[in-house]
């Protein structure tokens, strides 16, 4: 019998997926990990009608990711992965991997999950029904990225205004989780998101952005060599932080 | 031997080509049908690659398209569906439609496409070999939506801007065609797209829309009944006129 801790996929990349330089964008890469999640978990029983039983739904916490320098074009036939890797009484812990169909992986990623009760909307036990089928391992501790510093217009090196769009609410009627990506990075501007590719990140939710919000993303470069840059990308509403974010940049070669 | 002139494939209908009715949103469904029509090109030798030997590129010109009231929800296993319809030495026209398995058509788009030299940015005749493959027959007239008024920030009911944005520019290194549905339905805002089921659409697209200009979106209800809704919805960058284009509106029960 398989693993029922590991879930995958085949997907046919689609050019909608990927943004100008033809392979993944951040946000498409994280919404094809959370279908693949999601697929796995409807195939144990656990989907979104398990956790309607108990008034609840998954949330995420974080996501940290490392990408490899090769990344696949649209029209590549791919592999989505998922594993859990870890539960307890309210934490989950999922990998998820992009691979070409020898296994071979273009990007793997960390998510940490709890579950929120859709009244109260905090996070409540999870329900042993929509973990025990994964067979998964006691989860001991989280790896959440830690705190950055706030930033503030002044500390900055830009900001720039997002009106939320009913576009971008999904089928759960919440602001989708990656959209809080193109929020992050526009501000970065076409000129470095052109010579840069994005090798590492990691992203804390802190609080939910909700339509029709006016979200404030602020960036700024940490550090910047030759070689690679650094930056921390956070997003607001209002003063209130929802979203602390930060990538490590390669520099493009040409 | 298939008709050269159609081509289907199956598609996993994802989440996050779906809005939060569930169903897939207008900028999605007509992403899936540039997708299955690239697909087409490229299994009959005449894609992106091919073009680019003639140093030009398909444009759209305009859609319009018709959907049913029963539409797939994420998760579903649907058909996209495509069609050469018939192409003359300047323009071309193509069929699209999504289909559950049994054939079934959820939605059905006609579009006029041209061929555009990339240097001069200017309409030229299509290379023969970019068509000769599909065996389509001569194309008599083109059926290109009526132009309407332009609307004004006076005459208009309601006018948001939108900033274009580094994600959305697709591989083609252009603003995707798609993204228009966005910024033309978000002003109408949640409770009027809730309570209503996009029925019929066109559109024309007039000027290009660059990274990173300033789009202003407009629109009109042109009649509401108790049954449906028409409504114009315009795109500018300043005094240009973008896009240009109609929706018909069934209201949903309840």
Redesign the interface.
């Given at each position: 019998m398989e693993n029922p801790q590991e879930y995958t996929?085949r997907h046919?990349l689609?050019?909608?997926e990927?943004?100008?330089?033809?392979h993944p964008?951040l946000?498409?890469l994280v919404?094809?990990a959370?279908?693949v999640s999601?697929?796995h978990a409807?195939e144990m029983g656990c989907g979104r009608a398990a956790g309607l039983k108990h008034n609840g739904a998954w949330i995420i916490l974080s996501y940290e990711g490392q990408l490899s320098a090769e990344q696949p074009v649209?029209?590549d036939e791919i592999i989505l992965g998922t594993k859990m890797v870890g539960v307890n009484r309210f934490f989950a812990q999922r990998e998820f991997w992009l691979a070409d169909l020898a296994g071979h992986r273009f990007a793997t990623m960390t998510g940490q999950l709890s579950f929120v009760d859709l009244t109260k909307r905090r996070i409540q036990a999870i329900p042993d029904e929509l973990v025990a089928p994964f067979h998964a391992p006691k989860l001991k501790g989280l790896t959440r990225p830690r705190n950055q510093e706030e930033l503030t217009k002044e500390t900055a090196d830009r900001q720039?205004g997002y009106?939320v769009?009913?576009?971008d609410?999904?089928?759960n009627?919440h602001v989708?989780n990656?959209r809080y990506f193109?929020w992050m990075?526009?501000p970065?501007?076409?000129d470095f998101?052109n010579r840069h590719q994005l090798r590492r990140f990691n992203i804390s939710y802190k609080n939910e952005v909700r339509?029709?919000d006016q979200v404030i993303s602020r960036y700024k470069l940490q550090t910047s060599s030759k070689d690679e840059a650094k930056s921390m990308n956070q997003i607001f509403v209002g003063d209130k932080l929802c979203a602390d974010a930060s990538f490590l940049w390669q520099k493009r070669e040409n």
């Amino acid at each position: 019998m398989e693993n029922p801790q590991e879930y995958t996929i085949r997907h046919h990349l689609a050019y909608y997926e990927c943004d100008q330089s033809s392979h993944p964008s951040l946000s498409m890469l994280v919404a094809m990990a959370v279908l693949v999640s999601e697929r796995h978990a409807e195939e144990m029983g656990c989907g979104r009608a398990a956790g309607l039983k108990h008034n609840g739904a998954w949330i995420i916490l974080s996501y940290e990711g490392q990408l490899s320098a090769e990344q696949p074009v649209f029209g590549d036939e791919i592999i989505l992965g998922t594993k859990m890797v870890g539960v307890n009484r309210f934490f989950a812990q999922r990998e998820f991997w992009l691979a070409d169909l020898a296994g071979h992986r273009f990007a793997t990623m960390t998510g940490q999950l709890s579950f929120v009760d859709l009244t109260k909307r905090r996070i409540q036990a999870i329900p042993d029904e929509l973990v025990a089928p994964f067979h998964a391992p006691k989860l001991k501790g989280l790896t959440r990225p830690r705190n950055q510093e706030e930033l503030t217009k002044e500390t900055a090196d830009r900001q720039a205004g997002y009106q939320v769009r009913y576009f971008d609410i999904d089928g759960n009627h919440h602001v989708n989780n990656t959209r809080y990506f193109d929020w992050m990075l526009d501000p970065l501007g076409a000129d470095f998101l052109n010579r840069h590719q994005l090798r590492r990140f990691n992203i804390s939710y802190k609080n939910e952005v909700r339509y029709p919000d006016q979200v404030i993303s602020r960036y700024k470069l940490q550090t910047s060599s030759k070689d690679e840059a650094k930056s921390m990308n956070q997003i607001f509403v209002g003063d209130k932080l929802c979203a602390d974010a930060s990538f490590l940049w390669q520099k493009r070669e040409n």
